[in-house]
């Protein structure tokens, strides 16, 4: 018989199940501890993710077990789960769930969705990206070491035409660079941009990075993986938790900490470690939500 809780969260009251299931069994970390620590991390989170039209990645059963994305929002949702219209898939747009307050991250956790991914766009207008983002993916035997000598050249060919940019790890193998945009602009015009500045660091460091595709080729290089700029293409969320052995998290990292990286100090943070350095720094990702940038124009991409 499955064992369920009613607590209040703000105004909302979630039924709770299964409070003492495993999710991440070599550390024994539990669905409670996945619904504390979004609970607690929801302050800073919401500013990122609210609005957006979010996919779930479950894990019902535990990291060691099967998982499966979810698009469109379960029809079993409560009514306070709002839901928007999104690019969906061949079959065309369907609703995915806004995760619009600290109730609705509490209601996603206990449906084991310990992965978050969030598009570029706001569900407001799904056209126009308010975040390009460069996500850089290590191939053996290139580490997250790599990624950070990749990141630190993105940076300053961003600023180099007065664009501010942000770090945070994959909560993987990887690190993301994020370019805000807030202003209109259109998903291929930062494809494009994004593809642009990844060929030239590419050709500028050829034994470093690379932007093609073909697997085959990134061995020991690490991928600028331009494409999740796409319309359809989601990100794993700041914040987000990973299903990896240990609860890791996709974290904001500071310039820094990604210099420090670069020489090999490791840049992996779990749930509570994220939670004390938000507690102790702020949002280091702040200003992702709302500074306003214009990327340059391009022959073949307007802004809008």
């Keep these: 018989m499955t064992e369920r809780v009613k607590v209040t969260v703000g105004e909302r009251e979630i039924s709770l199940s299964n409070l003492d299931k495993v999710l991440y069994p070599a550390v024994g970390f539990t669905k409670a501890q996945v619904i504390d620590y979004y609970a607690r991390i929801a302050p800073v989170m919401l500013a990122h993710v609210a609005g957006r039209c979010m996919t779930l990645r479950r894990w019902p059963d535990g990291v060691d077990k099967e998982s499966f994305f979810g698009k469109r929002c379960p029809d079993h949702r409560p009514g306070w789960v709002s839901v928007a219209l999104g690019p969906g898939d061949s079959g065309g747009g369907i609703d995915y769930c806004q995760l619009n307050d600290t109730a609705a991250l509490v209601w996603t956790a206990n449906l084991a969705a310990l992965e978050l991914h969030a598009p570029m766009a706001q569900s407001e207008d799904i056209e ?29 060919v961003l600023a180099s035409i007065g664009l501010e940019s942000w770090a945070k790890t994959s909560g993987s193998k ?104 938000v507690e102790k720094s702020g949002d280091l990702f702040a200003s992702v939500a709302t500074l306003q940038q214009q990327l340059p124009l391009s022959s073949d991409s307007e802004s809008r």
């Design 128 to 156: 126009s990206p308010t975040i390009l983002v460069f996500d850089l993916d290590p191939g053996a035997p290139a580490t997250i070491r790599e990624c950070c000598r990749v990141g630190l050249v993105i940076r300053e």
């Design 174 to 277: 990887g690190l993301q660079i994020y370019v805000p945009l807030n202003l209109p602009h259109t998903h291929q015009h930062a494809s494009s941009f994004a593809l642009a500045v990844g060929q030239l660091v590419a050709r500028q460091h050829p034994k470093l990075a690379l932007v093609e595709m073909n697997k085959s080729l990134r061995g020991g290089k690490v991928f600028i993986d331009w494409s999740q700029n796409s319309r359809h293409k989601t990100t794993i969320a700041v914040y987000s938790l990973r299903a990896n052995e240990r609860p890791t998290v996709s974290t904001p990292v500071s310039w820094e900490e990604v210099e420090a990286g670069a020489e090999g100090s490791p840049l992996i943070f779990e749930a509570e470690d994220v939670l004390a350095r």
